[in-house]
């Protein structure tokens, strides 16, 4: 039951099949795919490889905000898991190199989950912290320079395949199936959705919502620690100016247009990935079209605000009402 | 009756009020008269229609029907500032004041003195010295209000909305979180106004209170009006009957009679209590075993289950479980120990209203299993159906989202929340509130054949003919403190009553 498609995503998959034909009326090659070196390229492949590092993200953030939190420190854990991996990856084995960056993104989660769950600090003021903090603490790594290695072995993250498939679209896949079993295969996303719909009754019941909550931020930070190292191995180097920048709102508006409620509860890790996939979708489309850059964040807005009007108890309030004065 | 002793007008005269919010109707037909110079209390239960009342007075609210005069001209404010204009003020238990402005800021807010347009501190910080003095209170205006203790924030509140012109004052609980020393500042205060021809009304839950210092009581049950006396000339007993419905002793009787001596005990305890909640308590929980919680609102009741259940921790005494010493620090523990609590506030502390009924089933059960151990669906499908046949769940749909259920319905589920767990005692705060007369009935019901199964209950309401129904034990609690046990054949209504109004006088304690 792990992947069972639920009946309400129906409106994310529509939506991202149009913007993916959109984009082919843009650009006639979109679904062109060829093989090139045991590896598939196209611009359909683009749109999931580009797309997995807020894929990442997003799966991480959306179990956060099903439990009525949010994560804003995702982009500036990139930066440090990226920091640590590049700087590590020509003086030591990449499992090394990719533990540390991974134990630093679990060192993150803690933290957040301790100023959220124990200390009671609002999650966005919490995780606030780590992301003026963070990015910092990637340039203490990076001593402000942008590190690069060459260690083959490390960029095989990103820019790697098997069987013809690039190495960050299996791993999002591989996390996707993991934090599947995890949360799907254990009751931990029952109580998940429990503790996100009603905190009060949650405890109550004798659901134990403290350590869930420093779970769901570590295994988020875990998420944003491994798109670093990604993001990292795509460049072949660390900028801890960059790395990861804006990208935690990339990741929120992902669980947003998976229909995952900001208030909390009930929540999709499949849609959520679905959700990335559809901005980078339009962000593929956009730079196809040869419109400048710049235009995609306006349409990103829009594509905000539209979904959240979709998901607004008063708007929806308002249309009933004015459908039964029309009646 | 009070209409010929009082030959004079009235300083505020409500007739026929009535107001319904969709079909529940929260006032109907209330008359309420308040006398200038009188401390007019209001009394009633939870949802006897007090705050609405109120909200209708002040303007929060507005009227479904009823007139309104004050000064014998009828008035309709629309808001809290049009009743302030018209000379009726509020002042909320918690008070609606700036605790970091200084005190002579919260009283002139809005109303500075000025010169030029700018603010004259010397002669507002003068003005406010001049004004507090009138109600006793030296103080230096100049500091934060925050800084003085919630008794003088309240003086400091009165004094604002008297200085406003009011001659209505109404006073919602003020005294909830004062200690006995400040309660006499704020009476003290009450007394001088009320000398100055100032019409209050006082609501409050504490009946000493009330016979200290009211004049007259207008009491309210479900919406309607019981009564308008005279406080001197109504016995305590007789208040209580009014507030918690006397047709009640009329309707007792229908008991089952248990053999307790075969019931061992479940969970104890042992001078337990929390300072500023509960005053310390021993209570003794057997299977198969009913104990009733019985008093007025704001008694201990709540504050009682909440210990037991380790939702509050308790700050004094020992808990035990079958004989063994336990610890109850969170809900986690009770229910580890087979505790289950059905609180009664079913929307914000029982619900999830998203998630289905068979997910708000299953939820305790889980919890108490473990992330690690989860139900498989069909588990899950197994209980949820097993329970909706058991305790008859309509519509029979166990996919449902559990806030689209009837209130009874609901309380039905958060039962089977429980059950499902296979509880050893079972804490149930106020069943059967808000549930149709149907279900109601299938409650009380449910309790009994629970109990005989061997569960041991706890169960608070304020229906005392209910408790009498179930109950083989009755603690009555009094000013958060357990006052009285009634036993057996000693439970009637009419001892409860006797065991809540007895001011130390009255036997509180009547064993079989």
């Excluded at chain 1, 082919?24 to 490889?49: A, E, H, K, T, Y």
């Excluded at chain 2, 209580?240 to 229908?254: A, K, Y």
């Excluded at chain 2, 059960?365 to 989860?374: D, E, F, N, S, V």
């Amino acid at each position: 039951m792990a992947f069972q498609l639920p009946r309400r995503g129906l409106a994310q998959i529509l939506a991202l099949i149009v913007i993916l034909l959109i984009d082919r009326m843009v650009s006639s090659q979109f679904f062109d795919l060829r093989l090139q070196d045991g590896r598939l390229f196209g611009s359909l492949i683009d749109v999931f490889n580009r797309g997995a590092p807020v894929a990442l993200l997003a799966l991480g953030m959306v179990l956060v905000i099903a439990t009525r939190g949010i994560d804003l420190s995702v982009g500036a854990v990139m930066a440090i898991s990226g920091a640590i991996a590049a700087s590590l990856a020509d003086s030591h084995a990449w499992p090394v190199a990719v533990a540390v960056a991974l134990g630093a993104g679990l060192l993150c989660g803690l933290w957040n989950g301790f100023l959220v769950a124990v200390l009671g600090i609002q999650p966005i003021v919490a995780t606030l912290i780590l992301m003026v903090a963070g990015r910092g603490v990637a340039q203490l790594i990076t001593e402000g320079r942008i590190v690069t290695f060459t260690s083959p072995d490390l960029a095989w993250f990103g820019t790697g395949s098997a069987l013809g498939i690039p190495a960050p679209v299996l791993i999002v896949a591989g996390t996707l199936l993991v934090t599947g079993l995890v949360v799907r295969g254990s009751a931990l996303g029952l109580l998940i959705e429990a503790a996100g719909g009603n905190a009060r009754a949650s405890e109550l019941s004798g659901v134990g919502i403290r350590l869930m909550i420093v779970a769901v931020y570590v295994w988020c930070s875990l998420c944003a620690a491994l798109a670093g190292v990604i993001a990292a191995a795509d460049i072949m180097g660390a900028d801890a100016n960059n790395a990861g920048l804006w990208l935690e709102l990339d990741a929120i508006l992902a669980v947003v247009i998976g229909g995952t409620s900001l208030f909390g509860g009930r929540f999709s890790l499949i849609l959520a990935v679905c959700g990335a996939l559809i901005i980078q979708a339009m962000n593929t489309g956009i730079l196809l079209s040869g419109y400048p850059p710049e235009f995609n964040l306006v349409v990103k807005a829009a594509v905000v605000l539209v979904v959240l009007l979709l998901q607004s108890p008063r708007l929806s309030g308002l249309v009933a009402n004015f459908r039964k004065a029309r009646a | 009756m009070q209409q010929a002793v009082e030959g004079r007008q009235p300083l505020l005269e409500v007739r026929g009020l009535s107001k319904s919010f969709g079909i529940l109707r929260a006032l109907d037909q209330v008359d309420f008269t308040l006398h200038a110079g009188e401390i007019h209390a209001l009394l009633g239960e939870n949802g006897a229609g007090k705050s609405t009342l109120i909200k209708v007075i002040t303007g929060v609210l507005s009227r479904d029907a009823g007139t309104i005069r004050l000064d014998g001209g009828e008035i309709e404010p629309r808001s809290v500032k049009e009743a302030l204009a018209e000379g009726i003020a509020t002042v909320y238990q918690e008070v609606n004041l700036l605790p970091n402005l200084s005190v002579a800021q919260n009283l002139y807010l809005g109303r500075q003195p000025t010169r030029f347009g700018i603010v004259r501190d010397g002669e507002m910080q003068r003005r406010a010295t001049a004004l507090l003095a009138g109600y006793d209170l030296h103080i230096d205006v100049g500091a934060q209000l925050g800084h003085y203790s919630v008794a003088i924030q309240h003086v400091v509140a009165i004094a604002r909305a008297v200085d406003l012109s009011a001659r209505v004052l109404i006073l919602d609980e003020p005294t909830a979180s004062l200690d006995r020393h400040e309660v006499d500042m704020l009476f003290r205060t009450m007394r001088a106004l009320a000398a100055r021809g100032i019409g209050i009304l006082f609501v409050t839950h504490f009946l000493d209170q009330v016979y200290d210092i009211s004049d007259r009581i207008t009491v309210l049950r479900n919406g309607r009006l019981i009564g308008e006396r005279m406080t001197a000339s109504l016995p305590r007993l007789e208040l209580i009957q009014m507030m918690l419905g006397r047709e009640l002793s009329e309707t007792t009787g229908e008991r089952v009679a248990h053999d307790r001596s075969a019931s061992t005990p479940c969970a104890t305890f042992t001078n337990y209590g929390k300072r500023g909640s509960i005053a310390p308590f021993d209570l003794d929980l057997r299977h198969g075993e009913v104990v009733g919680l019985a008093g007025l609102l704001g008694s201990g009741r709540t504050e009682t289950a909440r210990l037991v259940f380790g939702a509050d921790r308790a700050d004094s005494g020992k808990a035990a479980v079958e004989g063994k010493p336990v610890r109850l620090h969170s809900p986690r523990d009770a229910v580890r120990h087979g505790f289950g609590y059905c609180p009664e506030e079913r929307k914000t502390d029982g619900i999830i209203a998203e998630l289905t009924v068979r997910e708000n089933i299953v939820l305790a059960l889980q919890a108490k299993r473990g992330i690690t151990r989860p139900l498989s669906r069909r588990e899950q499908d197994e209980i949820a159906a097993r329970f909706v046949k058991l305790l008859d769940i309509r519509p029979p749909d166990p996919e449902r989202p559990i806030g689209l259920l009837s209130g009874g319905n609901q309380q039905k589920v958060l039962l089977a929340r429980w059950l499902a767990t296979e509880p050893r005692l079972l804490v149930l705060d106020e069943p059967t509130r808000g549930i149709d007369v149907g279900a109601h009935a299938e409650i009380i019901r449910l309790i009994r054949e629970l109990c005989d199964r061997g569960l041991a209950l706890l169960v608070i309401s304020s229906e005392l003919d209910e408790i009498v129904a179930y109950s083989d034990r009755v603690v009555v609690l009094r000013d958060r403190a357990h006052v009285g046990t009634l036993q057996d054949d000693g439970i009637d209504v009419s001892s409860i009553l006797a065991a809540i109004a007895a001011d130390g006088s009255v036997p509180a304690a009547a064993e079989a």
